[in-house]
């Protein structure tokens, strides 16, 4: 479906030309406010936890035992030392998060990444060869979905044993089957195109019909998938943190720190709120992103 | 249409045999001898230890032992918890309906904000409202519902004390489970104190766990809404002057809630994933605690039990919605 949108302007360059498909989809972007938005947002994250050691002004795990519970510094007892508040073991709270917006972001592309190699690889494979193979690899991943998601993960990291390594792992196995689904509809989808049977004609191997041809064109869809699916790791993997399956203290992992926070709901409001709030704000400005990538990027769903 | 309906059903018992065969081999995978883990920190003597081998069948080759589960499973026998010596089964009967009473509310609740907030949204395309409930619902659908839960709870009732923190219901009544719904048997008993205190125990845990619903909802709703409203029979309609509110209620409402319908029945693996997380945060006893309570005690019996009978349950789901959506709409169960 995106082949025939990437390849127009090749055929007609000379008559009128219309814009590189590149610029295209920038000025599409562009227009859409909610996907710039949440695109700044990701970019000063990554700066955030890119330059985490030197932006924050605490070590994430130094523990201070005269300053337990210190509100942030707009509040009475608060002091710009701990600008957002202290912790119940007397840790800064900012630093942690920054801190954490370093582990959430490397969790999100850690999972996606695993998952949309793996899931290409099954679902071209599939999409290919057809038969048993594709049966074993469909009927494997409706398994897989029937399960509600964090269900399964739970299930794999009790028999992994907790920690943020196997979290992301669970995560990774349960996003799985959409980069399947998706990389195989759009082969078969490719397959039957002119371009591949030149490609095979020509005298392609299977391989470079796979990697070279095919790939490239089902591209579009599992890039806007890939941005919603950091969205759900990061989500997935904090909800793991916060039932005590995921990252274990002292990671300053954002859903670790609800977990550690929940009993102090009632006397100390900022330890509770803000981890959560960043969460929230970094999920929100990925499924903005990946709205924003799938509006420029599908022509079908312009409105 | 008979012919549609055991078409589903043949593509459905593959994949439920194939849910036992994960679960048992997931449950096999976790390291460490199953008789020991029950034993626990006591330790056992070796004489007893192979007994039990024996008893569990673990001596058996595993595909022996994957057929033994199989058929106890045919006989309803998912095992004893580990903790309790109960019936996995049986304790998840008993809680079962505290998850359904909530997730239903839920739904229920996404169901009555969501439809009217994405029809309106459709009707009035691009303005305020429109923008204003599309960036809610985004939001909705990026919260963590493990915060929301917090947050409410702060708010609600820590600082303005209008809902009790956690819990089904106050201690001081007792209603006999009927239906095994508190809302529907303290209604039954004519206890309008234990309704009332029912009701103020699932308003927050109802809101938590409809947000995500809500958001795709509303979402679904609107985007459906907008591409019956382009079609030209929606333009006849209008042009033989029948008037706008009639032409959207009668002819596009009733082909936009297609495709809203299957969303709504894909929506319960979300709800029992939601129901995990609102019921840990609001210790309501539902199958979700029990679940998170049988990992933290290593009880893996509640843990294949639980994972396996939910499957089912989504998957059962899943038919009916397939086959209803088929009662529907004529043109899917031909094509197939």
Redesign the interface.
């Known amino acids: 479906m995106t082949a025939e949108v990437l390849e127009t302007p090749v055929v007609v360059a000379q008559a009128n030309a219309p814009p590189h498909p590149l610029l295209q989809f920038w000025s599409d972007f562009k227009a859409n406010f909610g996907a710039v938005a949440g695109l700044v947002v990701i970019v000063v994250l990554v700066l955030l936890a890119l330059f985490a050691d030197f932006v924050a002004p605490h070590s994430p795990i130094l523990i201070n035992n005269t300053a337990f519970l210190k509100p942030p510094f707009w509040q009475q007892g608060g002091s710009t030392a701990y600008p957002l508040g202290t912790d119940a073991i007397g840790r800064d709270i900012l630093s942690r998060l920054i801190h954490g917006a370093r582990l959430s972001l490397l969790i999100g592309i850690a999972v996606v990444t695993l998952s949309v190699v793996a899931g290409t690889i099954l679902g071209l494979v599939a999409g290919f060869f057809r038969g048993l193979i594709e049966i074993a690899i469909m009927r494997l991943m409706d398994i897989t979905l029937t399960l509600p998601s964090l269900l399964l993960a739970i299930v794999i990291v009790a028999i992994l044993g907790p920690g943020l390594m196997n979290a992301m792992l669970a995560v990774a196995i349960v996003l799985l089957p959409h980069y399947v689904r998706i990389a195989r509809a759009a082969v078969i989808s490719e397959v039957s195109k002119d371009y591949v049977t030149a490609a095979k004609v020509a005298g392609a191997g299977r391989l470079r019909l796979m990697f070279r041809e095919v790939l490239p064109n089902c591209a579009a869809p599992l890039i806007v998938q890939a941005t919603l699916g950091i969205s759900t790791a990061i989500l997935d993997a904090a909800a793991l943190g916060f039932l005590g399956l995921g990252a274990q203290p002292p990671l300053p992992e954002w859903g670790t720190m609800l977990a550690d926070a929940r009993e102090f709901v009632l006397r100390a409001w900022w330890v509770v709120t803000l981890p959560g709030l960043a969460i929230l704000v970094t999920v929100l400005a990925f499924n903005l992103l990946g709205d924003g990538l799938r509006d420029a990027l599908d022509p079908k769903l312009k409105r | 249409m008979l012919r549609f309906v055991f078409t589903r059903l043949s593509l459905v018992v593959?994949?439920f045999i194939?849910?036992t065969l994960?679960?048992f081999v997931?449950?096999r995978?976790?390291p460490g001898d199953p008789i020991e883990t029950m034993a626990g920190e006591r330790g056992i003597d070796p004489a007893r230890h192979a007994q039990l081998r024996k008893d569990y069948g673990f001596d058996q080759p595993v595909l022996v032992q994957y057929g033994l589960y199989l058929s106890r499973l045919v006989h309803g026998d998912l095992g004893r918890s580990i903790v309790t010596h109960e019936p996995v089964i049986s304790e998840f009967g008993t809680l079962f309906p505290a998850t359904i009473e909530l997730s239903v509310c839920a739904i229920l609740f996404a169901l009555g904000l969501g439809l009217p907030a994405g029809i309106i949204a459709a009707v009035r395309r691009n303005s305020i409202f429109d923008h204003g409930v599309m960036?809610i619902s985004?939001?909705g659908?990026?919260?963590?519902i493990?915060?929301?839960g917090?947050?409410l709870?702060?708010l609600f009732s820590?600082q303005l004390g209008w809902t009790p923190v956690s819990g089904r219901i106050a201690v001081q009544y007792y209603i006999e489970p009927v239906t095994g719904f508190l809302l529907i048997d303290a209604l039954l008993a004519g206890d309008f104190g234990a309704f009332r205190s029912a009701l103020s125990h699932l308003v927050l845990p109802m809101i938590v766990l409809g947000t995500v619903p809500l958001a795709v909802i509303a979402r679904m709703t609107r985007s459906a809404m907008?591409e019956v409203l382009g079609e030209d029979y929606i333009r006849t309609a209008r042009a033989k002057g029948l008037p706008r509110s009639r032409v959207i209620a009668i002819h596009a409402l009733r082909n936009a809630l297609i495709p809203v319908v299957t969303v709504i029945g894909l929506q319960v693996?979300?709800l029992?994933?939601g129901a995990?997380?609102t019921e840990?945060i609001f210790s309501w006893p539902g199958v979700g605690k029990w679940?998170?309570e049988g990992?933290?005690r290593r009880d893996?019996p509640v843990?294949q039990g639980g994972?396996l009978l939910?499957?089912a349950i989504?998957?059962i789901v899943?038919l009916l919605v397939d086959v209803a959506y088929g009662l529907i709409n004529p043109r899917i169960r031909y094509t197939r």
């Open positions: 593959p994949t194939g849910i994960l679960v997931l449950i995978l976790i960036g985004l939001t659908y990026s919260m963590p493990f915060w929301w917090l947050l709870i702060l820590v907008l693996g979300v029992f994933t995990i997380l840990t679940l998170i990992i933290n893996y843990l994972t939910i499957g989504v998957m899943n």
